[in-house]
RNA sequence: GCGUCUGUAGCUCAGUGGAUAGAGCGUUGGACUCCGACUCCAAAGGUCGCAGGUUCGAAUCCUGUCAGACGCACCA
């Protein structure tokens, strides 16, 4: 009865020992019921857990108020628990202060780097697909959402024990390569490309669709180009891959400044001769019908257009190339789940390539996991690298770390390693931002607003936890694990000990809801309850029992915020 | 037309069917002889798009509706 939670392999779960208590005293409930029905009260008087009673209402046919105020009286004293109340209905349970502070912080001084790590998903491998920029095109802002919820990811399952191994599905592959080929032949010069880079290469791809639009048969020359490199043709596969180690080399400027590392480039492009076996495969399964020329899997069974496998030229498509990188990664990395990072307007393409696998007999199908994000837009203007209208992820890199620097030089001009600094926090505010928000949401980019560091910003918490770091370094003795609980004991402490406690579950939640956020807003409220704390109470006082007991709440603080900074991806420097 | 997502304070957003819907920005007014003021405190600011329904109880679930975004065959 005492293992259906996993969290409490490593500390006091609260709700599970007040469901226990409540346990034997509700005998038509089972102890799990009441853990799911205990609930934490919206406000500090009304106790740290409460079970409303209206449910227990029906069962035991009488009032909540009834219920309540007759189980008040049949809790038996606990140690752990200071008082039980009857309120309206509800049944609050005040925790013993002492003993909760102790346990948590006791917690989080032993733990350290690992409070909130879990090994839940030992020997379980997690495919994550993220970031996946095209080559020859610029890395914008639109591709900033991808890269740090994948990488935020990443670390979460990580943290609580799984294997992660992070996929850059490159998109050096399709008829984009076409356009650019035939673009460069008419408009590009090998020394302006080498010269101008991206941006260059960027340039001459706008200009191809300015010029498509006036001359509809740059198009088809385009997609001629396309076959002839999926045919090996020599002089279009040269230029393909010049173009994609120009793209490389740019793209991962950006990945050393966001500090991110993927486990695999196998982009579109490796996919390439492995394309053939599974349309072989999805002929011999029936599943291939001809239609308008192209080769099709018919989804109308399912209330899905159908899923386009063979252009009517014989070239591949995206869900081609999905369908045989899903089957290459099951087959390579035996995962238990792939996910994939990309904007919402892609559902459609995952609910049918994913149908696409199930009707091929693959029981994994449920394994892939479509994890969307909303749009990044510029003003009311959609981003489109074709027209030109981006923001390069670079530039705003670099204005978040130039605007840093220009802070830092304010107030701590004496500051080491100000560069390094500067671009950890600029990073940081701009990745934090991303971050800050459930991602489902779209997202208006404003300059100002990015580079606003006040207020719910990741320097705000950065710099929470490089006051922490320098009230311990200022201390200058290590802190004794065997601080005095009872002199934590204003409500600010308490507080801070609470959201403390939060944190295994919060990891556990931003997991199961792929969700980031869960821990960026986690952390905005970690970093106000202890600055409240900070301003209230003087930390370094005189008295060496109370000094050393506020200092392992801090201590536990800086741990825990570091921790979940690092799970978003952030670096939390000790001096900024 | 069909489908998916979104709609909460002036703005950007939180909010597990549960108690008086919360933050930040902005506005107004405060707090540094004191551990780092990128901080903290306070005030003002709400028909949770709208209308029904389910429920002891709805911002949350259901139906309808309005508005916006996105998608719906050879781009990814």
């Given at each position: 009865?005492?293992?259906?939670?996993?969290?409490?392999?490593?500390?006091?779960?609260?709700?599970?020992?007040?469901?226990?208590?409540?346990?034997?005293?509700?005998?038509s409930?089972?102890?799990?019921?009441?853990?799911?029905?205990?609930?934490?009260?919206?406000?500090?008087?009304?106790g740290?857990?409460?079970l409303?009673?209206?449910?227990?209402?029906?069962?035991?046919r009488?009032?909540?108020?009834?219920?309540?105020?007759?189980?008040?009286?049949?809790?038996?004293?606990?140690?752990?628990?200071?008082?039980?109340?009857?309120?309206?209905?509800?049944?609050?349970?005040?925790?013993?202060?002492?003993?909760?502070?102790?346990?948590?912080?006791s917690?989080?001084?032993?733990?350290?780097?690992?409070?909130?790590?879990?090994?839940?998903?030992?020997?379980?491998?997690i495919?994550?697909?993220?970031?996946?920029?095209?080559i020859?095109?610029?890395?914008?802002?639109?591709?900033?959402?991808?890269?740090?919820i994948?990488?935020?990811?990443?670390?979460?399952?990580?943290?609580?024990?799984?294997?992660?191994?992070?996929?850059?599905?490159?998109?050096?592959?399709?008829?984009?390569?076409g356009?650019?080929?035939?673009?460069?032949?008419?408009?590009?010069?090998k020394?302006?490309?080498?010269?101008?880079?991206?941006?260059?290469?960027?340039?001459?791809?706008?200009?191809?669709?300015?010029?498509?639009?006036?001359?509809?048969?740059?198009?088809?020359?385009?997609?001629?180009?396309?076959?002839?490199?999926?045919?090996?043709?020599?002089?279009?596969?040269?230029?393909?891959?010049?173009?994609?180690?120009?793209?490389?080399?740019?793209?991962?400027?950006v990945?050393?400044?966001?500090?991110?590392?993927?486990?695999?480039?196998?982009?579109?492009?490796?996919?390439?001769?492995?394309?053939p076996?599974?349309?072989?495969?999805?002929?011999?399964?029936?599943?291939?019908?001809?239609?308008?020329g192209?080769?099709?899997?018919?989804?109308?069974?399912?209330?899905?257009?159908?899923?386009?496998?063979?252009?009517?030229?014989?070239?591949?498509?995206?869900?081609?190339?999905?369908?045989?990188?899903?089957?290459?990664?099951?087959?390579?990395?035996?995962?238990?789940?792939?996910?994939?990072?990309?904007?919402?307007?892609?559902?459609?393409?995952?609910k049918?390539?994913?149908?696409?696998?199930?009707?091929?007999?693959?029981?994994?199908?449920?394994?892939?996991?479509?994890?969307?994000?909303?749009?990044?837009?510029?003003?009311?203007?959609?981003?489109?690298?074709?027209?030109?209208?981006v923001v390069?992820?670079?530039?705003?890199?670099?204005?978040?770390?130039?605007?840093?620097?220009?802070?830092?030089?304010?107030?701590?001009?004496?500051?080491?390693?100000?560069?390094?600094?500067?671009?950890?926090?600029?990073?940081?505010?701009?990745?934090f931002?991303?971050?800050?928000?459930?991602?489902?949401?779209?997202?208006?980019?404003?300059w100002?607003?990015?580079?606003?560091?006040?207020?719910?910003?990741?320097?705000?918490?950065?710099?929470?936890?490089?006051?922490?770091?320098?009230?311990?370094?200022?201390?200058?003795?290590?802190?004794?694990?065997?601080?005095?609980?009872?002199?934590?004991?204003?409500?600010?402490?308490?507080?801070?000990?609470?959201?403390?406690?939060?944190?295994?579950?919060?990891?556990?939640?931003?997991?199961?809801?792929?969700?980031?956020?869960?821990?960026?807003?986690?952390?905005?409220?970690?970093?106000?309850?202890?600055?409240?704390?900070?301003?209230?109470?003087?930390?370094?006082?005189?008295?060496?029992?109370?000094?050393?007991?506020?200092?392992?709440?801090?201590?536990?603080?800086?741990?825990?915020?570091?921790?979940?900074?690092?799970?978003?991806?952030?670096?939390a420097?000790?001096?900024?």
């Amino acid at each position: 009865m005492n293992n259906f939670r996993l969290r409490s392999i490593n500390m006091l779960d609260i709700k599970q020992m007040i469901s226990e208590i409540l346990d034997e005293k509700v005998p038509s409930l089972n102890s799990e019921e009441i853990y799911n029905m205990l609930e934490y009260p919206p406000d500090d008087r009304m106790g740290d857990v409460a079970l409303p009673c209206f449910k227990l209402s029906r069962i035991l046919r009488k009032s909540p108020v009834q219920i309540a105020e007759e189980l008040v009286k049949e809790i038996p004293a606990h140690p752990r628990i200071e008082k039980v109340e009857a309120v309206s209905g509800y049944l609050n349970f005040f925790l013993d202060k002492q003993s909760f502070v102790e346990d948590v912080l006791s917690t989080v001084l032993k733990e350290q780097d690992r409070y909130g790590a879990r090994d839940i998903g030992k020997g379980k491998n997690i495919v994550i697909d993220y970031s996946a920029p095209n080559i020859a095109k610029p890395f914008h802002i639109g591709h900033l959402r991808s890269t740090v919820i994948g990488n935020s990811l990443y670390k979460i399952f990580k943290f609580l024990g799984y294997n992660p191994v992070g996929v850059n599905h490159l998109g050096d592959w399709g008829t984009q390569f076409g356009k650019l080929i035939v673009a460069y032949k008419k408009w590009g010069s090998k020394e302006t490309i080498e010269k101008g880079g991206i941006k260059e290469l960027l340039a001459i791809y706008v200009r191809f669709h300015e010029e498509a639009e006036k001359d509809p048969a740059l198009e088809d020359e385009a997609r001629q180009w396309f076959v002839k490199m999926e045919q090996g043709d020599k002089e279009a596969l040269e230029l393909w891959q010049w173009f994609k180690d120009i793209s490389l080399k740019e793209f991962n400027k950006v990945y050393d400044l966001l500090g991110i590392k993927f486990d695999s480039y196998a982009g579109e492009s490796f996919y390439e001769d492995k394309m053939p076996a599974v349309i072989e495969e999805l002929k011999e399964k029936n599943l291939l019908t001809e239609s308008e020329g192209a080769m099709i899997v018919d989804l109308e069974e399912y209330d899905m257009p159908p899923c386009l496998i063979v252009k009517k030229d014989g070239s591949t498509l995206y869900a081609t190339r999905d369908i045989t990188a899903a089957i290459y990664r099951k087959n390579t990395y035996d995962f238990e789940k792939c996910i994939y990072v990309t904007g919402a307007e892609q559902s459609l393409h995952f609910k049918q390539w994913f149908k696409v696998i199930q009707l091929m007999g693959y029981d994994w199908y449920d394994q892939l996991i479509h994890v969307p994000f909303g749009m990044v837009s510029l003003g009311d203007e959609k981003l489109s690298t074709r027209a030109g209208k981006v923001v390069l992820l670079e530039d705003l890199l670099n204005q978040a770390i130039k605007r840093t620097l220009e802070i830092i030089n304010q107030k701590n001009p004496n500051l080491e390693n100000k560069e390094e600094v500067a671009r950890q926090m600029g990073v940081g505010a701009v990745v934090f931002s991303d971050l800050s928000s459930n991602r489902i949401k779209d997202v208006s980019f404003s300059w100002d607003e990015i580079l606003n560091f006040d207020g719910e910003t990741g320097p705000y918490v950065q710099y929470t936890h490089a006051r922490a770091c320098s009230l311990l370094r200022k201390a200058e003795k290590e802190v004794d694990p065997n601080f005095d609980p009872a002199l934590l004991s204003t409500k600010e402490e308490f507080k801070v000990a609470k959201t403390l406690y939060l944190f295994p579950d919060k990891v556990i939640t931003a997991m199961k809801e792929l969700e980031p956020s869960i821990i960026t807003r986690y952390l905005i409220d970690l970093a106000q309850e202890f600055n409240r704390f900070y301003h209230e109470h003087p930390i370094l006082v005189e008295d060496e029992a109370l000094r050393n007991a506020r200092l392992a709440l801090v201590s536990a603080v800086k741990y825990t915020l570091k921790n979940g900074l690092q799970l978003i991806g952030l670096s939390a420097p000790e001096r900024v």
